[in-house]
């Protein structure tokens, strides 16, 4: 009997051993979390973000600390996410820009969102629209195309810089359409905006929350959503798709992210959570004031739309020979 105990004592010691190991690791998340959104504080991105930041850190017990990184279209950002350690304690709070378009406009990136995130959940989506200045005769998509067929080059749309999803939806109608509409690239939405609404610019793309006060007072029309379904927000306006463009779809969505390498566990337990805080009252509002619609599908349904929009987008790029000066 006390043979047995002394050559069973090593492996209860083993056990003993492991177990404790186990049991002291920190149970996540043990500190604050940084969420990182690639654009600068007051925009869209950091408007939504913020309050799913401050949800999230009280369901998860830890603050969640923002910063923000902007500059290169959202790469810089975008970059020090995928650089960072696969801890769970970093995510980036990406739009379609980072995580997909630029991939198809820049040969050379300093990360690959394919290979570098480990996609949590799809926030929200938000299109674009076409819009016009009271003056042009174009009452939808139709009269517009018609138009610029019967005035080649004369007919002009602005987007807030090349290379934008706004300058992307309007290559595309083009190549779809064998128009000749010139492409007047601003600098941000506010000249955009102001050109437009004073008459020196015909047409323009924009983001729904930019464009849609100026819709409901009358000072634009919107012609065409940019869409699969039309927007709850303008369900007269019809899209791109129903106007003899199937499958077109340029829109602008949200989503969150971690490095590649992060736990399962961990993704497990971010998505849980950012799923029932999309559905909270106070986020769909925000959401609404952004004319955005919440989405919160699985890790897999983001990672499949982020590589079907970047070769999307590679083939609308190539196809339109859309190059960046």
């Known amino acids: 009997m006390f043979l047995r ?9 083993s056990l003993f051993a492991i177990t404790g190991t186990v049991s002291a690791q920190p149970q ?4 604050a979390i940084r969420m990182v959104i690639p654009y600068p504080p007051g925009g869209g991105t950091d408007t939504l973000g913020r309050p799913i930041a401050r949800l999230l850190g009280e369901k998860l017990g830890q603050n969640i600390l923002i910063d923000n990184r902007g500059g290169a279209s959202g790469m ?3 970059e020090l996410v995928a650089r960072s350690p696969a801890d769970g304690y970093t995510l980036l709070m990406s739009t379609s820009g980072e995580a997909a378009l630029n991939v198809a406009l820049y040969p050379k990136m ?6 570098d995130f480990a996609p949590v959940t799809q926030v929200g989506i938000s299109p674009l629209v076409l819009v016009v200045h009271p003056s042009l005769p174009a009452k939808d998509i139709k009269d517009y195309l018609a ?9 002009s749309y602005s987007s807030i810089g090349a290379g934008s999803a706004q300058h992307i939806a309007g290559e595309w109608m083009k190549l779809l359409n064998n ?3 010139i492409h007047v690239a601003y600098k941000g939405g506010g000249p955009q905006m102001i050109d437009l609404l004073g008459g020196h610019s015909p047409s323009a793309f924009l983001a729904l929350p930019v464009a849609a006060p100026n819709i409901k007072n009358g000072r634009v029309r919107a012609v065409g959503m940019t869409s699969a379904k039309r927007s709850t927000a303008f369900p007269d306006v019809p899209t791109f798709d129903e106007s003899g463009m199937p499958g077109f779809e340029v829109s602008q969505w949200w989503a969150v992210f971690v490095p590649r390498g992060t736990a399962n566990d961990i993704i497990t337990r971010l998505h849980g959570e950012l799923a029932a805080i999309i ?5 769909r509002n925000r ?4 004319g955005a619609d919440p989405v919160g599908g699985t890790p897999d349904q983001l990672g499949e739309l982020v590589r079907s929009e970047i070769a999307k987008f590679r083939k609308i790029v190539a196809d339109a020979k859309i190059t960046l000066n």
Do not use: F
């Open 110 to 115: 300093n990360y690959d969102p394919v290979r």
């Open 28 to 31: 996540y998340p043990a500190k």
């Open 147 to 155: 138009l610029a067929k019967r005035q080649p080059g004369a007919l």
């Open 279 to 283: 559905k909270t009252q106070e986020i």
């Open 5 to 13: 105990i002394l050559l069973s004592l090593p492996l209860a010691l």
């Open 287 to 290: 959401m609404a004031e952004l």
């Open 76 to 78: 810089v950002g975008a």
């Open 179 to 181: 128009v000749n509409v």
